[in-house]
């Protein structure tokens, strides 16, 4: 058997994001290298040049920026610490308390962030000083951030999901609903996550401060705003009001008007938080558009043909190919940026896995949460990396090590989900 | 005030006018389809070249500050001569990338121009579109210039891992 | 031994991939005696309005796409996307290919390709979720969603609002009131799973717009094919391919039909007054056609004469 012609393409991308050269133009590179082996300079150059051109020209696209947007004028408005100052109230006096205080407050933010690493970042900033002032460890205070936020993309609102129902023309509202539980499952885990860390090295995480009960209900009040924006957001696309695309820049224009309300926004916090929006949609659009030009020579050379001749050669029952394909997304997630890898997969798996009889509401819930996973596993974990960001003192070794815990939990959830297909199809039902 | 702060503020104004534009643009919309049952026509096709041009406004802004997603696992780890190297090296293919990049979507423009292609609703022509992503790409080649003469003087500081504060 | 590799940017499921490009593609195997296999890819290279620069450039053997998707480049074919000209894909599509090699030929709209075939859907048909449409008066003021070419025009000329939005997010846009219908085949109503969404149909005699599709191969790749296999793949394409795939959208659109009674919608045919409304509304948009022939030096009168001839109206 030869060797097929992704295998040099597939070993060179990682030999060149490990040396440091950043993402986007090392799949670009190879995509680009590769497509002219392929199919000489003419051919590929077209694939490229049409590729940049067309890849930020898209209006289900416009989502991106608008759902971080909103998120960024969230953060201005200052409702994430409030989020994070209720959870704390709450939790914070257990043992392991802040970092599980963390988590929650993760799941509340990912309610009105469509990005998991906007989630990430922003509750990074947000909770990080407090869990180190009261001495949470390093590894756990970063591994409870990096894995909380990859729930941006399982609650709604999520780029992903939208994505994932353009791609498959599933219904968005449903796949948004169908998100709700597992998220919730996802927060339980990782609070079991901490616990047991904790269990293991009871100097993680040490408890904060006690807080008496009007205390807690005073922190409480704070989280009006978020669910306000949460029933705007995901009640109007619910009740069909307006389309997931809209509900981003109507969810960012109510997020400035909160943030206005609340007296927080000044023209130049205003300017900040759009300035920091163009910066992140460009870096997420350029690592879009390398991995488009790699999923192309991929396709090109055959890697897709591959997997579902490998599939039909295996002759596995139905839920022996599923079980496959979320392995596919673990070994892919560790080196694939997620929106890329979900744009190159869902393609190719979908229909082999509505052709094995599945639900595609389902399947979209499980690419998602191993998205979630791709997200913290190394060596390429944008989660991790975003932390390193705000914690540059502490390696990144650290922090890969501190979501290990996470990563099992979220093990056990796609388990779960797998097994029970009613903890995403269940709530959908109810709709309409 | 030096010629690019001037750029990069200009830049940065341009890309979050766009974005408001777009928030905007959709509230108006869904306003106008529930109230005057009159939707902005063709709101999605101004929309999509809005996001393409906020896309290739950021990338000098990006570039110039080293923003890009990287993996600093293993060039972390290395002693300082080598790391060098390898942070020049990457920043020469990143400048060749982004001139091949503005080239081929030059390339696009003239092929876009030469058929009078334009959007299928709004009939906005998209070689203007092109040529302006292509000189924005060409500026972005130039800002990594900058950076890797800078780097070679040794006068970058450190790069973070994931640069932007808010990803 | 060859083996050409299709660009293909539908699912495998949608009747171009299945009913028209890989039973094509068995044929060029069984007329070459197995030296030319067709291969369809995996995943798309590039967006629908790429793919003929796509091919031309050869990043793949073939491909096939929409020529409303790039209106400007091809005046000529929106002949084929005419109102009332034909209820079944099968006649339209063969008698198009006949007057497109007979008249539209010589233009060379088709620059730097070897073309395969062309061919039209089934009639494009009115659809809505709440209200019937039983005259002009129904349609004026309503926002539908149309999918570009010459329908633009006929829903601008009917009165209509025309809401543009991607097709993958049709179900979308119906199921929340952003369009309150759709211009469509009957076949992409269930493709689209949007039977669901949709309660009313009115069918228009001939169809109310069409669309025109285009399959093609790269020159380079033509020009390097034997002259005995280039024989072999002509006499697989060019009409006997307009006629396979009007067939298969024949066959579509039952299925279509079929599954929108299943699913409970109520679809009537226009009735005689509700036509002739519809035909002076839509008086002289053949124009549209018949002008830019003859700013390419075509015959666009007889062009079109024939096509109706041809089409048996
Ligand atoms: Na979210
Ligand atoms: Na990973």
């Not at chain 2, 104004?13 to 919309?29: E, R």
């Not at chain 3, 290919?97 to 494009?124: C, I, M």
Request: with cysteine.
């Amino acid at each position: 058997m030869g060797l097929e012609p992704w295998v040099p393409g597939l070993v060179a991308l990682v030999v060149l994001i490990l040396l440091g050269l950043p993402i986007a133009f090392g799949m670009g590179l190879v995509g680009t290298v590769g497509l002219v082996l392929l199919l000489g300079p003419r051919g590929a150059m077209s694939i490229v040049g049409q590729t940049l051109f067309d890849t930020g020209l898209s209006y289900t696209l416009s989502v991106v920026p608008l759902f971080i947007l909103m998120g960024n004028l969230v953060t201005r408005a200052g409702l994430s610490d409030k989020l994070y100052g209720a959870c704390h109230a709450w939790l914070g006096a257990r043992r392991g308390g802040l970092a599980m205080a963390t988590a929650v407050a993760c799941g509340g933010f990912s309610a009105v962030c469509g990005s998991s690493l906007a989630t990430a970042a922003t509750m990074g900033k947000v909770a990080l000083p407090s869990m180190r002032r009261y001495g949470t460890s390093d590894s756990l205070a970063a591994g409870v951030i990096a894995a909380g936020g990859t729930l941006g993309i399982l609650i709604p609102p999520s780029v992903i999901l939208v994505m994932y129902g353009v791609t498959t023309s599933q219904d968005i509202g449903a796949l948004f609903i169908a998100g709700v539980i597992p998220g919730l499952i996802g927060v339980l885990g990782y609070m079991a996550a901490v616990r047991v860390t904790c269990m293991i090295d009871p100097d993680a995480g040490p408890r904060g401060p006690q807080t008496t009960l009007r205390q807690k209900l005073v922190a409480t009040r704070g989280v009006g705003g978020v669910l306000a924006l949460f029933v705007l957001v995901i009640g109007g696309i619910y009740a069909g009001v307006f389309t997931a695309t809209e509900a981003a820049g109507v969810g960012a224009f109510g997020a400035f008007l909160i943030a206005l309300v609340m007296g927080r926004l000044t023209l130049r916090s205003f300017a900040e938080a759009l300035a920091e929006t163009a910066a992140t949609t460009t870096m997420m659009f350029a690592v879009l558009t390398g991995a488009l030009v790699f999923a192309s020579y991929v396709n090109v050379a055959g890697l897709p043909a591959a997997l579902t001749g490998l599939a039909d050669a295996a002759d596995w029952p139905p839920f022996g190919v599923l079980v496959a394909i979320l392995g596919v997304y673990l070994v892919l997630g560790m080196v694939l940026e997620s929106l890329s890898m979900v744009l190159l997969t869902v393609p190719i798996f979908a229909p082999m896995v509505e052709g094995l009889g599945y639900d595609l509401v389902w399947f979209g819930i499980l690419v998602v949460v191993m998205t979630e996973i791709s997200l913290i596993t190394p060596p390429v974990g944008l989660n991790v990396f975003v932390l390193k960001t705000v914690l540059p003192d502490v390696s990144v070794g650290t922090i890969f090590k501190g979501v290990i815990p996470f990563i099992l939990a979220d093990v056990v959830r796609v388990a779960l989900i797998l097994a029970i297909p009613g903890l995403a199809l269940w709530l959908p039902s109810l709709m309409g | 005030m030096r010629p690019a702060t001037l750029a990069s503020a200009l830049l940065t104004a341009i890309a979050g006018a766009l974005l408001m534009a777009m928030m905007l643009l959709t509230v108006v919309d869904v306003i106008g389809r529930y109230v005057f049952s009159a939707p902005v026509p063709g709101a999605f096709e101004a929309t999509e070249i809005m996001l393409a041009l906020v896309v290739f406004a950021g990338l000098p802004l990006v570039t110039g500050r080293g923003e890009h997603v990287q993996v600093r696992l293993a060039l972390d780890g290395m002693p300082g001569g080598m790391r060098f190297v390898l942070e020049r090296a990457a920043e020469v293919l990143v400048t060749l990338l982004l001139a091949g990049a503005a080239w081929l979507l030059y390339q696009r423009g003239a092929a876009l121009s030469r058929y009078g292609d334009a959007t299928v609703l709004l009939g906005i022509p998209l070689a203007p579109v092109a040529f302006a992503l292509a000189a924005l790409s060409a500026v972005s080649s130039i800002v990594a210039v900058a950076r890797l003469v800078q780097g070679c003087r040794g006068a970058l500081s450190p790069t973070p891992e994931i640069p932007h504060d808010d990803i | 031994q060859t083996t050409l590799t299709v660009s293909n940017w539908l699912p495998p499921s949608h009747p171009i991939v299945k009913d028209i490009v890989i039973p094509w593609g068995e044929a060029v195997k069984e007329a070459t005696d197995g030296r030319v296999t067709v291969e369809v890819m995996a995943a798309p290279i590039g967006k629908p309005p790429a793919q003929y620069d796509l091919i031309r450039d050869g990043a793949a053997d073939i491909g096939y796409g929409v020529h409303g998707y790039t209106p400007n480049r091809f005046a000529l074919t929106t002949i084929a996307e005419l109102p009332f000209l034909s209820d079944s894909s099968e006649t339209l599509s063969v008698a198009y290919q006949k007057v497109y090699d007979k008249y539209l030929a010589k233009a060379n709209e088709h620059e730097g390709v070897k073309l395969l075939a062309v061919w039209t859907h089934g009639p494009g048909e009115i659809y809505t979720v709440k209200d019937p449409v039983k005259d002009v008066a129904d349609l004026s003021g309503k926002k539908m969603r149309v999918g570009g070419g010459l329908a633009n025009m006929v829903a601008d000329k009917l009165g209509i609002v025309p809401v543009s939005a991607p097709s993958p997010q049709v179900y979308e846009i119906l199921s929340n009131g952003v369009a309150d219908g759709i211009l469509f085949p009957p076949e992409s109503v269930p493709f689209f799973k949007i039977d669901t969404v949709l309660k009313y149909g009115t069918e228009v005699p001939g169809g109310l717009y069409n669309t025109s599709f285009f399959m093609i191969m790269n020159e380079d790749t033509w020009n390097g094919l034997s002259d005995e296999d280039k024989k072999a793949i002509d006499g697989v394409s060019g009409v006997a391919l307009a006629e396979r795939a009007g067939k298969a959208w024949d066959a579509a659109d039952a299925a279509g039909r079929k599954t929108m009674a299943e699913a409970g919608m109520t679809v009537t045919a226009a009735d005689e007054a509700m036509v002739e409304e519809l035909h002076g509304a839509l008086a002289g948009i053949e124009a549209v056609f018949i002008d830019a022939a003859a700013a390419k030096g075509v015959d666009g009168v007889a062009a079109l004469k024939m096509l109706h001839d041809e089409a048996g109206n």
